[in-house]
């Protein structure tokens, strides 16, 4: 597990968002202008690995809805013909300053911890993501996310598979008491 001793926590007022650089200015300026906006308007939440106010990395998660058409073949079975409801994954990016400490990994598991308390509660398919660029694929690719047959910069996670990597004794992920009291003891 990363040795990040900060903590992961919701977007809110203090937090420093002009700080904030990932090397990317779309993602930049998403955190700055648009992330509480997003949320006050219900359609999005952002969260954030932060040390005190300063912003480490942040990952942002909506729900979304797919043609199952548009899911690998295996998976076409398994559904009807209704819209596939799932989590999506709308941002993540760490600041170029705690890049490669595992940070990232940090906010993608506390992200998909928390679709997976979801979907115990709603239902979801599982989680979606559109990386922006083939670097970004090989992210999520790390940890066993799918790419989309058409669209191979979309990827895939079934919830099923979010459960098998937080089930006690079959993964390093396991955790015993939810992401709250791992990462933020
Ligand atoms: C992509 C990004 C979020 C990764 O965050 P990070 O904190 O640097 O990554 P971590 O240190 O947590 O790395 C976790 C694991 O992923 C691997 N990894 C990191 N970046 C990777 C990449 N681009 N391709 C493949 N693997 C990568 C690491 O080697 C590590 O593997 P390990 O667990 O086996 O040691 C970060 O580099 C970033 O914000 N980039 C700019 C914005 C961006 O591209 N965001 C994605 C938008 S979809």
Redesign the pocket.
């Known amino acids: 597990m990363?040795a990040f001793n900060g903590r992961i926590e919701s977007l809110h007022n203090s937090h420093d968002r002009r700080r904030f650089d990932?090397?990317?200015s779309a993602?930049n300026d998403y955190l700055r202008r648009y992330a509480r906006q997003h949320a006050d308007a219900n359609i999005s939440r952002t969260y954030v690995a932060c040390k005190e106010q300063r912003i480490c990395?942040y990952y942002s998660l909506a729900m979304a809805a797919i043609k199952k058409q548009q899911l690998p073949s295996q998976y076409h079975k398994r559904f009807a013909d209704y819209p596939v409801p799932m989590a999506r994954l709308a941002?993540?990016?760490?600041d170029v300053g705690?890049?490669?400490?595992?940070?990232?990994?940090?906010?993608l598991l506390d992200a998909l911890y928390r679709c997976l308390e979801l979907s115990r509660n709603i239902g979801m398919a599982g989680v979606i993501?559109?990386?922006?660029?083939e670097?970004?694929q090989?992210?999520y690719?790390?940890f066993e996310f799918e790419t989309f047959p058409d669209s191979a910069l979309t990827l895939w996670l079934p919830t099923g598979a979010i459960q098998t990597l937080f089930a006690a004794d079959q993964s390093s992920y396991a955790i015993e008491k939810g992401p709250r009291s791992v990462f933020n003891p």
Request: hydrophobic share 40%; with cysteine.
């Open positions: 990363s990932c090397g990317d993602l990395g941002r993540l990016a760490v705690y890049q490669g400490q595992g940070i990232g990994k940090l906010l993501v559109d990386a922006k660029h670097q970004a090989a992210f690719q790390n």
